[in-house]
């Protein structure tokens, strides 16, 4: 697979947790995930807080054993955080401290602490989310007070690019700014992951550090449009 043959080229990178896929399986059925499943994939991501919602429901109804973790990548609004607290495992786009304090206060008691990461707007494109680089670690400080959620690491969907050169600068782009944001928060705490490279780009991606593939058109097929 793709993935196999990037990693097995991988540099190492002090801190960064190795590289695992991602399947995206937004407007894919519950069934697909379950297949999927049966093969040992184990984390899934959706874009969508019901579809995603309603998803996680099926397939656990339908195999609670197999313990999937599910994770929200796509833009959260105030009014949904809620679902995605009191179902996901995973966030990987908190672009501002409202949304993470929300997500906070309504994450179960009886549920582990909510896996999150920072989405950054690398690129500096004005449709993109996502926080401003030099605004990262202000948000990072701000989200270690939070008890109910876990800070992993960054998240980002760089400007779409066939040059491998531009790719490769803007996963570095963030992969450096989650070296400079551990190196500030020192000892208090360390960021691990770096959620970036979809079906497109991920060799790119592994390249430059990425922890979390975001794949689903190489997994799934084409989505209907």
Same mark, same amino acid.
């Given at each position: 697979?793709?993935?196999?043959?990037?990693?097995?080229?991988?540099?190492?990178?002090?801190?960064?947790?190795?590289?695992?896929?991602?399947?995206?399986?937004?407007?894919?059925?519950?069934?697909?995930?379950?297949?999927?499943?049966?093969?040992?994939?184990?984390?899934?991501?959706?874009?969508?807080?019901?579809?995603?919602?309603?998803?996680?429901?099926?397939?656990?109804?339908?195999?609670?054993? @197999?313990? &999937? #973790?599910?994770?929200?990548?796509? =833009?959260?609004? *105030?009014?949904?955080?809620?679902?995605? /607290?009191?179902? !996901?495992?995973?966030?990987?786009?908190?672009?501002?401290?409202?949304?993470?304090?929300?997500?906070?206060?309504?994450?179960?008691?009886?549920?582990?602490?909510?896996?999150?990461?920072?989405?950054?707007?690398?690129?500096?494109?004005?449709?993109?989310?996502?926080?401003?680089?030099?605004?990262?670690?202000?948000?990072?400080?701000?989200?270690?007070?939070?008890?109910? @959620?876990? &800070? #992993?690491?960054?998240?980002?969907? =760089?400007?779409? *690019?066939?040059?491998?050169?531009?790719? /490769?600068?803007? !996963?570095?782009?963030?992969?450096?700014?989650?070296?400079?944001?551990?190196?500030?928060?020192?000892?208090?705490?360390?960021?691990?992951?770096?959620?970036?490279?979809?079906?497109?780009?991920?060799?790119?991606?592994?390249?430059?550090?990425?922890?979390?593939?975001?794949?689903?058109?190489?997994?799934?097929?084409?989505?209907?449009?």
């Amino acid at each position: 697979m793709r993935i196999d043959q990037a990693r097995a080229h991988r540099p190492a990178f002090e801190g960064i947790a190795d590289p695992q896929l991602l399947a995206v399986s937004k407007t894919f059925p519950a069934q697909d995930v379950l297949e999927l499943a049966q093969s040992g994939q184990r984390d899934f991501g959706e874009n969508y807080v019901q579809e995603g919602v309603d998803k996680i429901l099926a397939c656990h109804l339908a195999r609670p054993d @197999l313990q &999937l #973790r599910w994770h929200f990548i796509g =833009p959260l609004q *105030s009014n949904k955080t809620r679902a995605v /607290a009191e179902h !996901f495992d995973w966030v990987h786009s908190i672009d501002r401290l409202k949304i993470a304090e929300r997500l906070n206060a309504q994450r179960p008691p009886e549920r582990a602490a909510l896996q999150c990461c920072i989405q950054v707007n690398i690129s500096g494109e004005a449709s993109k989310s996502g926080v401003a680089i030099n605004e990262v670690a202000s948000l990072a400080l701000a989200m270690l007070e939070l008890e109910n @959620l876990s &800070l #992993r690491g960054l998240m980002a969907i =760089p400007q779409a *690019s066939d040059d491998p050169i531009e790719q /490769a600068r803007n !996963f570095a782009a963030l992969r450096d700014c989650l070296v400079d944001c551990n190196r500030l928060l020192g000892a208090r705490h360390s960021m691990d992951h770096l959620s970036m490279g979809m079906s497109g780009d991920l060799e790119a991606a592994v390249a430059q550090g990425a922890s979390w593939l975001r794949v689903g058109t190489a997994i799934f097929g084409r989505r209907d449009l």
